[in-house]
């Protein structure tokens, strides 16, 4: 099992609105990181724990964080960010920690 | 421009040891704050950290395989090494590096990843 929780699957309509979360205690005092993984590709961050986006990411990809939890919301979901999301973060010890990945489908 | 590749065996039988170099450009492994991760992802399964190396030599481990693996660094070659002894078929995965940075644990560049299948 992976060390941060995330759902396995999410669903959007085309232009709407979708929240992707991330749960785990470490979440509440370190940086929490969002990538993008399409079909057979390598991820891509896509949203920075310092809290921006890298250069070519579009601005509707936004990163959030309340108490243990962390969320990726993509407000206006286009056709092309079918993919699977995932989190990451550190422990106490520095050991990096990842999500198990949500897979977004788009309809 | 940063990239990193990973290069190394596509078949390795059971019991033997498994080598995957990262040969990265673009940045210095002797920056603070710098770092560079392995992490694996079987077919159709979830990412999983394998170990990084930090600027300053640090090394860490995944719990789970921390007796298997091993991590170094070549600076002035600007490689990484990964060593895991002792493969088995359920070590089948394609296996990726990136690059890290402190604090916010960005794995802000990946390379395209190498499949390593274990089977006699």
């Known amino acids: 099992s992976s060390e941060l929780a995330q759902d396995p699957a999410v669903s959007v309509a085309l232009g709407q609105t979708v929240r992707i979360t991330c749960q785990g205690y470490s979440l509440r005092n370190y940086y929490t990181s969002w990538y993008q993984q399409k079909s057979g590709q390598a991820p891509v961050l896509v949203f920075s724990g310092k809290n921006n986006r890298p250069s070519g990411i579009p601005d509707r990809f936004s990163g959030s964080r309340s108490g243990s939890t962390a969320s990726l919301t993509i407000t206006g979901a286009q056709a092309e960010d079918e993919a699977d999301y995932f989190c990451n973060s550190r422990d106490s010890s520095g050991f990096l920690l990842l999500g198990g990945g949500t897979k977004l489908t788009v309809l | 421009q940063v990239t990193l590749r990973e290069s190394g065996p596509a078949l390795v039988k059971p019991t033997q040891t498994l080598t995957l170099t990262c040969t990265f450009s673009?940045?210095?492994?002797?920056?603070?704050?710098?770092?560079v991760s392995w992490l694996r992802q079987p077919p159709g399964k979830a990412l999983e950290w394998l170990a990084r190396i930090d600027w300053d030599d640090a090394k860490y481990y995944s719990a789970s395989l921390k007796t298997r693996i091993t991590i170094s660094k070549d600076s002035s070659k600007k490689q990484v090494v990964l060593t895991m002894t002792n493969m088995d078929p359920a070590d089948t995965a394609t296996y990726y590096c990136?690059?890290?940075?402190?604090?916010?644990?960005?794995?802000?560049?990946w390379g395209q990843g190498t499949l390593v299948t274990v089977s006699s």
């Open positions: 673009g940045f210095s492994l002797g920056t603070s704050g710098l770092c």
């Open positions: 990136a690059r890290t940075i402190l604090p916010a644990y960005d794995l802000d560049f």
